[in-house]
């Protein structure tokens, strides 16, 4: 055979592709965010004071659900592009940024490290856009999917530094105890 694929053939593989890279980013995004009690379930959180732009706690899951499947749906672009320049490395600074971010709760509501979460977040964006850099030279559709994700943390990197400035003692708002819902 060895000829050159069909667009549906092409389609067809993104299509696998996808239906693997969703449902996974989708599952690891939901076990970082389970891995501590967050938002209103978590004491130590509620007791920050918070700036006047930070989001109602409903927001939050609605808003990473999307960008998880938009994520994956970047992602199973570039993975369907073989033989593309650049793919290896536009996968590995993607598995970089995702892989941050997934520590990024445990770090803040776990640990109550509100410094090293902002700090975090700026290594998820310098990746992100690295990633993001990466995917556009293959596809730039998938770069595109990765623009909403690239404003979230950059969002979500302002609230993290506003409350630290608003709660410099953070981390003594409430004695820290084991707060993991994994065994």
């Avoid at 030279?137 to 302002?158: D, E, H, Q, T």
Wanted: glycine share 8%; proline share 5%; no cysteine.
């Amino acid at each position: 055979m060895g000829g050159i694929a069909s667009k549906g053939q092409l389609r067809a593989s993104f299509l696998r592709w996808a239906v693997f890279t969703v449902p996974l980013i989708l599952l690891l995004g939901f076990l970082s965010g389970r891995a501590v009690s967050a938002g209103g379930d978590n004491a130590w959180y509620v007791a920050l004071d918070k700036p006047s732009v930070n989001p109602p706690d409903i927001v939050f899951p609605i808003v990473w659900t999307a960008l998880y499947i938009l994520l994956g749906l970047a992602l199973a672009m570039i993975l369907n592009a073989r033989g593309a320049r650049g793919r290896g490395t536009a996968i590995l600074l993607f598995a970089l940024a995702f892989g941050l971010s997934l520590f990024w709760t445990p770090l803040f509501f776990g640990a109550h490290q509100v410094l090293a979460a902002a700090a975090l977040i700026a290594a998820m964006l310098a990746t992100a856009i690295a990633a993001t850099v990466a995917f556009g030279r293959i596809r730039s559709a998938a770069a595109w999917l990765m623009v909403p994700y690239l404003v979230w943390i950059s969002f979500a990197g302002v609230l993290t530094w506003s409350i630290h400035r608003m709660n410099p003692d953070a981390e003594s708002l409430v004695p820290t105890a084991r707060t993991s819902q994994m065994l």
